[in-house]
């Protein structure tokens, strides 16, 4: 069973806790989070902000085609999209008589759009006449779009850039936060803007290449040399959801990040058996 709207308050939502070291199993809620946390640890999060990026375009024809927009995967005036229909290449797909988009290249389900306008109108056309993307596994989402965007943006989002939202750190209010500082758990915050994978499944050619798909991160100078410093302390680091994993085991060089924090592109994929050489706890 899959829940179709997240629990209110959030923090409300069930938490499964698993001691490998007891082989041990319990429940609780999520707002009860800092009490299962060892001392001694500090929590790593995604400060990504989802962009409502499915947007409504229509052919010359007239025919809706429904498009989720890759925000992290723009490249000057082209980006990548899903289509919920055939389209072909060189057709013009148009928001309206202003604004239109060309098909220049597919790749399996995933299509390339050259825009005929500037970055700030797109994404201000996404602003205001977006659609917040939800997880595939929510069919019939009662969801009004204000809902939408309020419920599935994480409380600390700051930097537009991702297709979903980083699920794990949905849970988080700022009651968790308050109740984490008052039991001294300090927080840092790297950023990995979260794309085509939350809605691709996982397919053999990705085990046999060991490559998932691409997604870009940024750890930043300040997160990065206070990591380094807490790791020295003999601190352990709590990562909040697989994209803080990804990023830090993809900064990470010689069991250290650089000191001035380092960006890029990741298509890392962690499967047994592996070697953690960051991070030591997840919360997912």
């Known amino acids: 069973l899959v829940a179709q709207e997240p629990a209110s308050p959030r923090d409300h939502s069930r938490l499964f806790i698993y001691d490998t070291s007891t082989d041990t199993v319990q429940f609780d809620h999520f707002y009860h989070l800092p009490k299962y946390i060892p001392s001694n640890t500090f929590l790593v999060l995604n400060k ?34 899903i289509m919920d229909r055939k389209v072909e290449i060189g057709q013009k797909l148009y928001f309206d008589k202003k604004y239109c988009f060309t098909v220049i290249g597919q790749n399996e389900q995933l299509f390339t759009l050259e825009f005929h306008f500037s970055k700030l109108v797109l994404f201000s056309l996404l602003e205001t006449q977006g659609k917040m993307p939800l997880p595939p596994y929510l069919k019939n989402s009662k969801l009004t779009e204000a809902e939408r965007r309020r419920k599935y943006q994480t409380i600390f989002a700051k930097t537009p850039g991702s297709a979903a939202a980083p699920t794990a750190s949905l849970h988080f209010t700022k009651r968790v936060m308050k109740h984490l500082d008052e039991s001294k758990v300090p927080q840092t915050f790297v950023n990995l803007h979260v794309g085509l994978g939350t809605f691709s499944p996982v397919f053999p050619e990705h085990i046999e290449r060991k490559k998932l798909h691409s997604e ?9 040399q206070q990591i380094n410093a807490w790791k020295k302390e003999g601190k352990r680091l709590l990562a909040a959801g697989t994209t803080v994993v990804r990023t830090l085991e993809s900064a990470c060089q010689n069991n250290h990040l650089h000191p001035r924090g380092s960006a890029g592109e990741t298509d890392i994929f962690i499967y047994p058996p592996y070697e953690f050489k960051m991070v030591d706890m997840l919360l997912t």
Do not use: C, D
Request: proline share 5%; no cysteine.
């Open 216 to 224: 870009f991160y940024e750890v930043p100078q300040e997160t990065a």
């Open 48 to 81: 990504t902000k989802v962009v409502p990026a499915r947007l409504t375009l229509y052919k010359e024809s007239g025919g809706k085609v429904i498009s989720l927009l890759l925000v992290n995967e723009m490249e000057k005036n082209h980006i990548k999209a």
